[in-house]
């Protein structure tokens, strides 16, 4: 879990959750929560170990249990390494509501990527200044969101696309999944970024804020 100093404290009354006393960022002590998963794929491979055939995920036909999540992600993850995509690299999901949304989130979990959510409206000159800014290596997009994506030349960092679908110039979502038994060590990086997320821009030039997982763990202050 880092070098986080940690002390088991007791339980919460009210929350019925055990609390202990952490350091984050230095000497920050602040209140954890303290069985709580290590980053968001663990919370997933939890809940696959606990009850594997439970249902996890839907969308329109599709239906996944937390085992088959659990398996994709892995496959998706272990895609993405060996295009050289490495823990905190940046993939940016130009994506709407879909699984393969959920699986490449985890994936990148899974193995210390980054990912830079980003709205399906998004106009071209918008998409490059997040790409450009964001650092992206790799962008999953959809394929009827093409014509918006960056050229070569626009946006030099990024070395690959991927489509769930067949689309010119990017390469498919199958194609990167690897579905073999072997699972990569899942990279922990408690207080790095997890995510970096966009404002709409609506009122002002569009600002960019990171999550980390050491974020949602952290309990909030009591106001008794």
């Given amino acids: 879990m880092g070098d986080c100093e940690r002390e088991l404290t007791r339980d919460l009354s009210d929350l019925q959750v055990a609390i202990r006393r952490e350091a984050h960022c230095g000497d920050r002590v602040v209140n954890c929560f303290a069985d709580c998963p290590s980053n968001d794929f663990d919370m997933i491979s939890r809940a696959a ?15 996944l249990t937390w085992r088959q999540l659990e398996r994709k992600s892995i496959g998706f993850a272990k895609g993405l390494a060996s295009h ?8 940016l999901l130009l994506l709407g ?20 959510p980003v709205n399906i409206r998004v106009q071209r000159d918008a998409l490059r200044q997040l790409v450009q800014h964001s650092g992206a290596s790799a962008i999953l997009h959809e394929r009827s969101l093409v014509e918006v994506l960056p050229t070569k030349a626009e ?4 070395s690959f696309r991927i489509c769930p679908e067949a689309c010119e110039g990017s390469i498919t979502f199958f194609d990167v999944y690897a579905d073999d038994e072997i699972s990569p060590e899942t990279v922990i990086f408690e207080e790095g970024t997890r995510s970096i997320n966009y404002t709409s821009g609506t009122c002002s030039r569009k600002m960019a804020s990171w999550s980390s997982t050491a974020a ?6 009591s106001s008794k």
């Fill in 49 to 63: 170990s606990q009850n594997p055939d439970g249902e996890a995920l839907k969308f329109n036909d599709i239906r």
């Fill in 84 to 91: 050289g995509v490495k823990p905190r690299d940046r993939l």
């Fill in 97 to 116: 509501n879909r699984t393969e949304f959920v699986i490449a989130f985890l994936a990148c979990a899974k193995i210390g990527a980054i990912i830079v």
């Fill in 155 to 158: 946006a030099p960092d990024v």
């Fill in 216 to 221: 949602w763990r952290i309990r909030p202050m």
